[in-house]
């Protein structure tokens, strides 16, 4: 591809976005835009079934606000996600949105659905007194 | 702050960062570990050049030399500071030109469906947005392959019949956003949402030098523009190796010496008059865009990089020069 051709694609695909943003049905209409800008021979739109997404994640992109306080968290991360000190598997506590790390017996923070695992910012849990204690994230 | 330095004359501290700069690029062939120490000690033998005693490790931000670790401090309030117009200033920097070096970077890499990205300081997510959509293009383009191929009567038909089968293949592809800064993931989850992609993509706050994933995970690691805020880039190389699976490939971008002398001047020139105005006028800093240049002069030209790479274990370690080696993309493999 030339190079003019390239900024065109990329300008285009930015006007293209801003497109997507004015519809209602997303996913169906994603496609259909998708398809005319890189595709210019093809004619006929498949409308193919939307993507499997964790159900409550799919809800807020529908809906485009923010029922909840939060975004839930994807726990499907948790396949691969570590301490990044002992580099040992963690547990997803839904009560305090934190992700606990048993035998260091830290906490790494979740904001806005976004996991927080830098070790500075994981609060220490104590192990006799409760966990409820105010974390120490700004 | 090294006061020492800022106080010499400007042509003499002119000469001293030429003579460190061909020192650099003359130490060649060096062991692994040496040549690595070097680098980090460099911006410390030159306080000491000059009568300073170095305390503790000390490392460059921009042309200023600060112990290790203020420096990545002082990089995550850079990056806080630009997150909102970061995009914007790479626009306007760069005249759009960074799209083709990402998209370069893309096609360079050109994933398999099924494959795990995993983009280190990925920031406003560039890469791996561009990554879920050349899959998808991908998938699309088989799927239209195979539509075409089998004889049916209408395209309704078919689209029941595809539906119900497992469309992205054994498993499906996963681009996983790292970076140390959380106003930067703010801005790519904003950006990710208003394009709708959701599905396939995770944004996780974590350190390159300290990666919160296990081992073997990932079948693509890249690093675009992030690996010279690094403090210490050999961790992060080291990093890189664990989390990839064998036969995984480490990608870098990142900003590297121009070869051809009259654009280097030019090079030069913009980067040190144009830049910074540009920082101060659309993003409102001035020291940031002022560190952003300088830190692209302090990072090792295309060779160094690419023997780092290889003492940290990568084999088949080559490197591209885009725009005449204003950006570099040096790529490895894990075997």
């Not at chain 2, 002119?14 to 130490?27: D, E, G, K, P």
């Not at chain 2, 990839?244 to 010496?257: I, Q």
Request: with cysteine; glycine share 6%.
């Amino acid at each position: 591809m030339t190079v003019a051709q390239k900024h065109f694609f990329s300008c285009s695909t930015v006007v293209i976005r801003l497109l997507r943003n004015l519809v209602m049905f997303r996913n169906v209409l994603d496609r259909l835009v998708t398809e005319t800008v890189r595709i210019h021979r093809y004619v006929k739109h498949v409308p193919l079934k939307p993507r499997t997404t964790p159900a409550s994640v799919f809800v807020r992109s529908f809906t485009g606000a923010k029922d909840e306080a939060q975004p839930p968290f994807d726990t499907s991360l948790l396949d691969f996600l570590v301490c990044p000190l002992s580099k040992k598997p963690l547990r997803y506590e839904s009560n305090t949105n934190e992700l606990i790390n048993e035998e260091l017996g830290i906490a790494y923070p979740i904001i806005d659905g976004i996991p927080n695992m830098i070790p500075q910012e994981a609060r220490i849990i104590k192990k006799a007194s409760d966990t409820l204690n105010r974390p120490t994230q700004e | 702050m090294r006061v020492r330095p800022v106080k010499m004359a400007a042509s003499v501290r002119q000469w001293a960062r030429r003579v460190i700069r061909l020192s650099h690029t003359n130490i060649t062939g060096a062991s692994g570990g040496l040549s690595v120490r070097f680098d980090r000690c460099s911006a410390g033998s030159y306080c000491r050049c000059f009568g300073d005693a170095a305390e503790g490790k000390q490392t460059h931000f921009g042309f200023e030399t600060v112990p290790e670790a203020e420096k990545a401090k002082r990089v995550y309030k850079v990056f806080e500071n630009v997150a909102q117009k970061y995009d914007v200033m790479n626009d306007a920097m760069s005249l759009g030109i960074h799209r083709l070096w990402k998209d370069k970077l893309l096609h360079v890499m050109c994933p398999q469906p099924g494959a795990r990205l995993l983009d280190v300081a990925g920031g406003t997510g560039d890469i791996a947005f561009r990554f879920l959509e050349y899959i998808r293009f991908q998938q699309e383009r088989q799927r239209r392959r195979e539509t075409r191929a089998v004889e049916t009567p209408s395209w309704q038909e078919l689209s029941t019949n595809y539906s119900t089968e497992d469309e992205d293949g054994p498993r499906e592809s996963k681009a996983v956003v790292c970076d140390i800064n959380k106003e930067m993931l703010k801005v790519g989850k904003q950006k990710a949402d208003s394009m709708g992609l959701v599905s396939g993509l995770s944004w996780v706050v974590g350190d390159a030098e300290e990666l919160p994933f296990d081992d073997e995970q990932f079948d693509i690691y890249t690093i675009a523009f992030g690996i010279r805020n690094v403090t210490r880039i050999d961790q992060a190389l080291q990093e890189a190796r664990r989390v990839l699976k064998p036969g995984g490939r480490f990608m870098c971008l990142e900003f590297s010496k121009v070869t051809n002398p009259v654009l280097a001047s030019l090079y030069d020139a913009y980067s040190f008059q144009m830049i910074p105005i540009l920082g101060e006028v659309i993003a409102g800093d001035w020291k940031s865009y002022q560190y952003l240049v300088e830190s692209i002069r302090k990072f090792p030209d295309q060779e160094r990089f690419k023997e780092m790479i290889e003492d940290a274990g990568f084999y088949c370690v080559q490197y591209h020069n885009l725009t005449g080696g204003v950006v570099a993309l040096h790529s490895g493999f894990k075997l």
